[in-house]
């Protein structure tokens, strides 16, 4: 999840007698401060002089600050209730742990790779909180380092499969330089007394050139072959994906300085990958499409927002990126003067940007929204003038937690509450308020109107969505969530998911409502999970051909297992239930990472589908065979435009019979033929198609 970033410029902070933080600093900035005009070059030797008197400087400065961190603050633990019990860390396992103990039978057309799951596990024995003369400042819940949980699966070629499970840290530069230190080094810097905060945020800044530590503790990708870890408050580390070890920052080779999104989406056409970044200074939010080989990037623009918006996910569409502006905030100002740094402000504005791929700020349409709470997408299409936007809504902010001085449990406890318990008439009401719901926005890019409408009911709360990726920004069936237990949260004052939803966005429920239908898979007493995705069959020919997998804790047990649900007899018992050797906690976000065994791939066949499936993916046959063509009619280009763009291309597949004809007249003459071939039949129904014929079957092939 989200913790702050700023990017002011500040000297290093190593010494001597620990690891340094890789804080770059400009010499000629420290000597220009003591010049007052404009000089020549310094000899070399004075340069050296002055050079060594500012590292005596800077070393003893941070030796003296650290001394008063040590002197004026104490780091204290906060206590898990015994209902917390699977939130608490676990220590790093020494290489891969071989799984034989299945409840079940993996598919044989279960691909090779590796389910992997991001989440907080945080050093030194759990959450800390700081106590000084400047009050109190405590981690959130969405802090804590990031551990990745990953199970293997490879199929051998005597068609036998091996499982395995390993656990590792992702070892930033703050990680390695607290794992150095043994004991805490960041002071918390997002929760409790203002001046508490603010005086962890500056020193922070002083001693490590940052504010805050470098998690990475919220998601997975993969773009170009390579794997990331990611939380939005610094760039991605790149991981071995098969040793699980870190491998250093991925900063998009130079092009990219600062933040970057947990959830970065992946255009289908192209392979490009579409990232953005929130700062708490200007500029608030930019935007970046990075080339599908991962080499370049193609595009970058601050979108000029006037607020630091706390944007967790960005959607696309075939031509379009959506940028959510909700009123989740983070405010230095607001800190200055005795507030939250980060703040659900119910009485600020919301709207979503509609943005051409290649846009800048001021070419983003803005749609004026009601207020509310939406972290994570489903997904995003363009439906003749509309874009489709659907997500996961609650009318108040899980984020960061209540104001300072407030029973932290009770206010937990009562947004996760059942909506079927309060009245909701009260918008400022706590209770209820994370009660989260499949939402859809209409937005029409011509006429600007805005349709919103939700999905489904009330029977129970759902977030962290999945689909099919192979239908990111296009129109999509199904979609996937994990299901609240709202009164296991309630009670606990944590979020926990006792099931999983599947969403069949194109069928009503069964009781004739207006809300669409949702199957319900439900899990036993005391048992959640996390990290839920979607795995799709790579010989399947349907959207939801493919299994769920997600990890699973049984709290009566204290047994975690990973679970394998055929989607499509989602409310049966899972096919598979596999035994890991360790507690794992609960964390955030799961991904299934493909990975081509030795010997997969035998036949031209198979690489075939392979390729086909990567570039050409069903979801976008009949789009492709237009664009092959070069017969596609742009959005919003008149008729005849088209016509007289493409006649030359129409007049040759059409064999001469539209030559000359007015677009008006073609489209008659074709009407015709139409119904004149729907009522009689045509002589050449079972003719080989001609040169100038594409196929939709050959591209879904």
Same mark, same amino acid.
């Given at each position: 999840?989200?913790?702050?970033?700023?990017?002011?410029?500040?000297?290093?902070?190593?010494?001597?007698?620990?690891?340094?933080?890789?804080?770059?600093?400009?010499?000629?900035?420290?000597?220009?401060?003591?010049?007052?005009?404009?000089?020549?070059?310094?000899?070399?030797?004075?340069?050296?002089?002055?050079?060594?008197? @500012?590292?005596?400087?800077?070393?003893?400065?941070?030796?003296?600050?650290?001394?008063?961190? =040590?002197?004026?603050?104490?780091?204290?633990?906060?206590?898990?209730?015994?209902?917390?019990?699977?939130?608490?860390?676990? *220590?790093?396992?020494?290489?891969?742990?071989?799984?034989?103990?299945?409840?079940?039978?993996?598919?044989?057309?279960?691909?090779?790779?590796?389910?992997?799951?991001?989440?907080?596990?945080?050093?030194?024995?759990?959450?800390?909180?700081?106590?000084?003369?400047?009050?109190?400042?405590?981690?959130?819940?969405?802090?804590?380092?990031?551990?990745?949980?990953?199970?293997?699966?490879?199929?051998?070629?005597?068609?036998?499969?091996?499982?395995?499970?390993?656990?590792?840290?992702?070892?930033?530069?703050?990680?390695?330089?607290?794992?150095?230190?043994?004991?805490?080094?960041?002071?918390?810097?997002?929760?409790?007394?203002?001046?508490?905060?603010?005086?962890?945020?500056?020193?922070?800044?002083?001693?490590?050139?940052?504010?805050?530590?470098?998690?990475?503790?919220?998601?997975?990708? +993969?773009?170009?072959?390579?794997?990331?870890?990611?939380?939005?408050?610094?760039?991605?580390?790149?991981?071995?994906?098969?040793?699980?070890?870190?491998?250093?920052?991925?900063?998009?080779?130079?092009?990219?300085?600062?933040?970057?999104?947990?959830?970065?989406?992946?255009?289908?056409?192209?392979?490009?990958?579409?990232?953005?970044?929130?700062?708490?200074?200007?500029?608030?939010?930019?935007?970046?499409?990075?080339?599908?080989?991962?080499?370049?990037?193609? @595009?970058?623009?601050?979108?000029?927002?006037?607020?630091?918006?706390?944007? @967790?996910?960005?959607?696309?569409?075939?031509?379009?990126?959506?940028?959510?502006?909700?009123?989740?905030?983070?405010?230095?100002?607001?800190?200055?003067?005795?507030?939250?740094?980060?703040?659900? +402000?119910? +009485?600020?504005?919301?709207?979503?940007?509609?943005?051409?791929?290649?846009?800048?700020?001021?070419?983003?349409?803005?749609?004026?929204?009601?207020?509310?709470?939406?972290?994570?997408?489903?997904?995003?299409? *363009?439906?003749?003038?509309?874009?489709?936007?659907?997500?996961?809504?609650?009318?108040?902010?899980?984020?960061?937690?209540? +104001?300072?001085?407030?029973?932290?449990?009770?206010?937990?406890?009562?947004?996760?509450?059942?909506?079927?318990?309060?009245?909701?008439?009260?918008?400022?009401?706590?209770?209820?308020?994370?009660?989260?719901?499949?939402?859809?926005?209409?937005?029409?890019?011509?006429?600007?109107?805005?349709?919103?409408?939700?999905?489904?009911?009330?029977?129970?709360?759902?977030?962290?969505?999945?689909?099919?990726?192979?239908?990111?920004?296009?129109?999509?069936?199904?979609?996937?969530?994990?299901?609240?237990?709202?009164?296991?949260?309630?009670?606990?004052?944590?979020?926990?998911?006792?099931?999983?939803?599947?969403?069949?966005?194109?069928?009503?429920?069964?009781?004739?409502?207006?809300?669409?239908?949702?199957?319900?898979?439900?899990?036993?007493?005391?048992?959640?999970?996390?990290?839920?995705?979607?795995?799709?069959?790579?010989?399947?020919? *349907? $959207?939801?051909?493919?299994?769920?997998?997600?990890?699973? @804790?049984?709290?009566?047990?204290?047994?975690?297992?990973?679970?394998?649900? =055929?989607?499509?007899?989602?409310?049966?018992?899972?096919?598979?239930?596999?035994?890991?050797?360790?507690?794992?906690?609960?964390?955030?976000?799961?991904?299934?990472?493909?990975?081509?065994?030795?010997?997969?791939?035998?036949?031209?066949?198979?690489?075939?589908?392979?390729?086909?499936?990567?570039?050409?993916?069903?979801?976008?046959?009949?789009?492709?065979?237009?664009?092959?063509?070069?017969?596609?009619?742009?959005?919003?280009?008149?008729?005849?435009?088209?016509?007289?763009?493409?006649?030359?291309?129409?007049?040759?597949?059409?064999?001469?019979?539209?030559?000359?004809?007015?677009?008006? $007249?073609?489209?008659?003459?074709?009407?015709?033929?139409? *119904?004149?071939?729907?009522?009689?039949?045509?002589?050449?129904?079972?003719?080989?198609?001609?040169?100038?014929?594409?196929?939709?079957?050959?591209?879904?092939?």
């Amino acid at each position: 999840m989200y913790t702050c970033n700023y990017s002011f410029p500040v000297c290093s902070s190593s010494s001597s007698q620990r690891p340094s933080l890789p804080v770059k600093y400009d010499f000629s900035s420290f000597i220009g401060t003591f010049l007052p005009f404009p000089s020549k070059p310094l000899p070399r030797k004075l340069e050296k002089i002055l050079t060594g008197v @500012h590292e005596t400087i800077k070393k003893n400065t941070v030796e003296l600050i650290d001394a008063f961190v =040590d002197l004026a603050f104490d780091f204290v633990d906060q206590p898990l209730l015994p209902s917390q019990a699977n939130f608490a860390p676990v *220590e790093e396992l020494e290489g891969a742990i071989h799984v034989a103990d299945i409840e079940g039978i993996i598919p044989d057309d279960f691909p090779d790779g590796v389910y992997i799951r991001n989440g907080p596990n945080p050093l030194f024995g759990g959450y800390k909180s700081a106590i000084s003369m400047f009050g109190k400042s405590s981690h959130t819940w969405i802090e804590g380092e990031g551990m990745l949980h990953a199970i293997y699966f490879n199929k051998l070629s005597s068609g036998t499969r091996t499982i395995s499970y390993k656990n590792r840290y992702v070892q930033s530069d703050t990680f390695k330089y607290e794992i150095a230190r043994r004991k805490p080094a960041f002071l918390p810097a997002i929760e409790g007394d203002s001046p508490a905060v603010f005086s962890a945020l500056m020193l922070n800044l002083l001693r490590f050139g940052t504010v805050d530590k470098f998690l990475s503790n919220t998601n997975v990708f +993969e773009h170009s072959g390579r794997f990331y870890a990611i939380a939005e408050n610094h760039a991605p580390q790149e991981i071995d994906i098969k040793t699980l070890e870190t491998t250093g920052k991925w900063d998009l080779h130079g092009a990219w300085d600062g933040p970057f999104t947990s959830h970065p989406k992946k255009v289908l056409l192209t392979g490009e990958l579409v990232v953005f970044g929130v700062s708490a200074q200007r500029p608030y939010m930019k935007l970046g499409v990075l080339s599908a080989d991962g080499r370049k990037m193609k @595009h970058q623009v601050d979108l000029e927002l006037k607020r630091c918006t706390l944007c @967790h996910d960005i959607g696309v569409t075939e031509s379009y990126n959506v940028i959510m502006d909700f009123p989740l905030t983070i405010d230095m100002n607001r800190l200055m003067t005795g507030g939250s740094l980060i703040r659900y +402000e119910t +009485e600020g504005y919301a709207r979503i940007g509609v943005m051409p791929r290649y846009g800048d700020a001021k070419s983003i349409r803005w749609f004026e929204v009601e207020p509310c709470a939406a972290l994570h997408m489903i997904n995003c299409f *363009e439906d003749g003038d509309e874009i489709v936007v659907m997500a996961c809504r609650a009318r108040g902010s899980i984020i960061p937690g209540p +104001e300072f001085g407030s029973n932290k449990f009770e206010w937990f406890s009562r947004g996760f509450k059942h909506i079927r318990s309060v009245d909701t008439s009260q918008k400022d009401l706590q209770d209820g308020a994370f009660f989260s719901r499949v939402y859809e926005w209409r937005l029409n890019i011509e006429s600007g109107e805005v349709k919103g409408r939700y999905l489904t009911g009330t029977q129970f709360s759902m977030e962290f969505p999945v689909i099919n990726e192979k239908f990111t920004g296009v129109k999509n069936k199904y979609g996937y969530t994990q299901v609240v237990d709202s009164a296991a949260s309630s009670n606990s004052g944590m979020a926990k998911y006792g099931g999983l939803a599947k969403l069949y966005f194109e069928e009503k429920a069964f009781d004739l409502s207006l809300f669409m239908k949702v199957e319900r898979h439900k899990f036993q007493e005391n048992t959640f999970c996390s990290g839920a995705t979607f795995v799709p069959n790579s010989v399947g020919v *349907e $959207e939801d051909d493919g299994w769920i997998i997600a990890f699973v @804790h049984n709290e009566r047990t204290n047994i975690s297992q990973v679970y394998v649900i =055929d989607a499509k007899k989602f409310a049966s018992e899972p096919i598979a239930k596999i035994m890991l050797p360790s507690r794992v906690p609960y964390g955030f976000h799961g991904a299934f990472l493909a990975l081509c065994s030795q010997g997969s791939i035998t036949t031209w066949d198979q690489l075939k589908k392979k390729f086909l499936d990567k570039y050409f993916p069903a979801s976008r046959a009949a789009s492709l065979r237009k664009e092959i063509c070069g017969i596609k009619q742009h959005s919003g280009e008149l008729l005849y435009d088209y016509w007289e763009s493409d006649r030359s291309i129409i007049d040759v597949a059409s064999g001469g019979v539209l030559v000359n004809k007015t677009p008006r $007249e073609a489209w008659e003459l074709i009407e015709g033929m139409t *119904e004149n071939s729907q009522q009689f039949g045509t002589r050449e129904d079972v003719l080989t198609r001609k040169v100038n014929e594409v196929g939709t079957s050959s591209i879904q092939q």
